[in-house]
């Protein structure tokens, strides 16, 4: 039995799958009705997101600082492009190797830390509590020497944050462990007990994006066109219109994404599939 803070007493009952397709189904449903009901873990995946958008900023801006600072300052691409090149050779690559891992590093643990802190809250309301903004921030702080060992295993790998969002930050919401690879073991086995729902889900919500991003594009399409014609007020007016609309779908779709990796997890570890419609008053 995995015990932490996290795990709810009392929590509503749960309902027993009775076939692979119709529990994913039934877990696709629950998880578009949570992300739907519950503003505060909206709000929760908004602030990640931006504050991803935020870290990539620093990132890219980081780019054009880091020749200045070593005395070649690149004033277009092809002189960025020259600068980073030279860095190919073995002596130089030496010398930027480790600034890229720590950076790499940094961007790893910060997105697992704002992983955990939606996943934290998001077993909670599966659970039938009410999502809270600033617990899951003091939950992904509890566990960040965690976060880091994960993180640490993880940053040499370009897809670790797939990794991360599948199998083991759910993990980490009720696991304190900080060896990584017991993380990725027990997540593992976890996984293996719900390979089946899991590979359904995945094509489940691979579906329900396509629709999502093929509304989002298709609306910028025709927020494009009608600006184009319009006066420059107009035409930022409905650009902005047309960013908000695009980052309240991408918010959303990370959350449902979420919502249903937590969902199987708790199906994993509990033996039993969760089910917030039992009790949807308690949903914020």
């Known amino acids: 039995m995995i015990t932490s803070d996290t795990m709810i007493a009392g929590a509503p009952a749960s309902v027993k799958s009775d076939s692979s397709i119709a529990s994913v189904r039934r877990m696709l449903k629950n998880s578009l009705l949570i992300s739907i009901r519950d503003s505060v873990l ?5 602030v990640d997101l931006l504050l991803v958008v935020f870290y990539i900023g620093i990132f890219l801006c980081g780019l054009f600082v880091f020749p200045a600072l070593m005395g070649q300052p690149c004033h277009t691409e092809e002189e960025l492009n020259a600068f980073y090149n030279q860095y190919r050779e073995p002596v130089k690559l030496a010398v930027l190797l480790p600034i890229a891992l720590t950076i790499q590093f940094l961007g790893t643990l910060f997105t697992n830390f704002l992983l955990l802190t939606v996943d934290s809250e998001i077993i909670r309301v ?3 509590q009410k ?15 965690s976060l880091v060992t994960w993180s640490l295993l993880v940053t040499p790998i370009n897809i670790a944050w ?22 990725l073991w027990r997540s593992v086995l976890l996984l293996l007990k719900i390979w089946k729902e899991f590979l359904l889900g995945i094509i489940g919500m691979l579906v329900i994006l396509y629709w999502v991003f093929c509304l989002v594009f298709g609306s910028g ?29 991408l918010c959303f779709c990370y959350l449902f994404c979420n919502c249903y990796l937590c969902g199987q997890y708790i199906k994993a570890s509990e033996g039993v599939e969760p089910s917030p419609e039992s009790n949807p008053a308690e949903l914020a």
Do not use: E, Y
């Not at 014609?229 to 609309?245: D, E, G, N, R, T």
């Open 42 to 46: 909206l709000k929760l995946a908004t």
């Open 126 to 128: 599966w659970n039938g």
């Open 131 to 145: 999502a809270d903004f600033k617990r899951g921030w003091r939950t992904a702080a509890s566990h960040f020497w």
């Open 162 to 183: 797939i990794a991360s969002m599948c199998i083991v930050i759910p993990v980490l919401t009720r696991d304190r462990t900080v060896n990584p690879f017991k993380m």
């Open 221 to 249: 399409a025709i927020f494009t066109a009608i600006s184009s014609q319009c006066p420059p007020l107009v035409a930022w007016f409905l650009l902005s219109a047309a960013i908000s609309f695009s980052m309240v779908a």
